[in-house]
């Protein structure tokens, strides 16, 4: 099936989005442990500059993971088949969690770490902070492990 260009396209865009958006929700867990083992979050330039306010874009990519897979599920004969679904299920699961997990706690840090670094006199409690990394670093760790069981599912496509 890879011989028709188109569907060897799609396949390759279906995996560079799935790639890009959950290599992004992962750096956001990676960041969000820097978070919690820093000695101070509030003045590290890094955290500041990752966490600057604002969505998170590469994140997003995850939107066009089913996008591209439903379109080259278009050029397969493989609709009969339990691996697509399989794959949308660990998709919409990864998907929830960082929707209603790991965004909600990276706006949050994004809110603490970016007034820190704008008000320096402002009262800052430190386990909130904390909390709310172990939070979007668990909450990433389990995007992140749907994506490896989808990209198993995918591989070994099961009938």
């Not at 989005?17 to 330039?45: K, Q, W």
């Not at 998907?95 to 997990?101: D, F």
């Not at 790991?102 to 800052?124: C, F, H, M, Y």
Request: with cysteine; glycine share 8%; aromatic share 10%.
């Amino acid at each position: 099936m890879l011989s028709n260009p188109w569907y060897a396209l799609v396949v390759i865009v279906h995996v560079l989005v799935a790639v890009i958006g959950f290599g992004a929700l992962g750096m956001t867990g990676t960041y969000a442990r820097l978070v919690r083992v820093a000695s101070d979050p509030y003045h590290s330039a890094a955290l500041q500059r990752f966490f600057r306010p604002g969505k998170n874009l590469g994140a997003r990519a995850i939107y066009l993971v089913p996008v591209f897979g439903g379109v080259a599920l278009g050029f397969s004969h493989d609709l009969h088949r339990i691996f697509p679904y399989l794959g949308l299920g660990l998709w919409i699961a990864a998907t929830g969690v960082a929707s209603a997990v790991l965004w909600p706690a990276e706006a949050k840090i994004q809110a603490i770490v970016g007034s820190a670094s704008a008000d320096t006199d402002a009262p800052r409690d430190r386990e909130a902070l904390i909390r709310t990394a172990r939070t979007c670093e668990r909450a990433a760790m389990v995007t992140n492990l749907c994506f490896v069981a989808a990209l198993v599912v995918m591989i070994a496509q099961p009938n």
